[in-house]
Antibody, heavy 124, light 109 residues
């Protein structure tokens, strides 16, 4: 059974940093692209970032314009974990952050498995 | 900035059929479209991927189609449990990222 478990959310001041983690199990983690999606309170879904699987020698990373240069996605295949390092946080980054995995190895938009999410609140 | 446009809300009676549209530019809806259902307080659930494929466990009451730069989610035999927010999504080549539609709230009257 595929499971994704996010952690690391919490309250942080504007300008601060936070590192989210997503522990995966139930599939060959290294082979699959992984994605972060967020949802601000009462708002719709917003794609944040994604990282490719091990199909090539290089891991490709992708970012939404709204977080590019502030967030960094990475993966630790030895621990079946994907991370989202968030810095220079703003109030508008307040959201539930979901980790997700696609149907197939390289799927970025067909996200079949989701974690329960972790809440990030940016406030002074 | 890519935009996938969905109607804010749709409604229909139990047992009826409803369709939800998703329109976008060539850079977005030139790629495969997915559809998600999100019940209040829960993570999104994948209903359709690759325009018209259903993951295992998704009933055939849910269907997807795409024509040009528009996509449509169809739901037949509406049930009160289908009341939820529905989102379309696709890879947007111009952004090198995923675009989500703004979401459509389905009310089953």
């Amino acid at each position: 059974e595929v499971q994704l478990l996010e952690s690391g959310g919490g309250l942080v001041q504007p300008g601060g940093s936070l590192r989210l983690s997503c522990a995966a199990s139930g599939f060959t983690f290294s082979s699959h692209a992984m994605t972060w999606v967020r949802q601000a309170p009462g708002k719709g879904l917003e794609w944040v970032s994604a990282i490719s699987g091990s199909g090539s020698n290089t891991y490709y990373t992708y970012y939404a314009d709204s977080v590019n240069g502030r967030f960094t996605i990475s993966r630790d295949n030895s621990k079946d974990t994907v991370h989202l390092q968030m810095s220079s946080l703003r109030a508008e980054d307040t959201a539930v952050y979901y980790c997700a995995k696609g149907v197939n190895y390289g799927d970025y938009s067909g996200l079949q498995y989701w974690g329960r999410g972790t809440l990030v609140t940016v406030s002074s | 900035q890519s935009m996938l446009t969905q109607p804010p809300s749709v409604s229909a009676a139990p047992g009826q059929k409803v369709t939800i549209s998703c329109s976008g530019g060539r850079s977005s809806l030139g790629n495969y479209v997915s559809w998600y259902q999100q019940l209040p307080g829960t993570a999104p659930k994948l209903l359709i991927y690759d325009n018209n494929k259903r993951p295992s466990g998704i009933p055939d009451r849910f269907s997807g189609s795409r024509s040009g730069t528009s996509a449509t989610l169809g739901i037949t035999g509406l049930q009160t449990g289908d009341e939820a927010d529905y989102y379309c999504a696709t890879w947007d080549s111009s952004l090198s990222g995923v675009a989500f539609g703004g979401g459509t709230k389905l009310t089953v009257l």
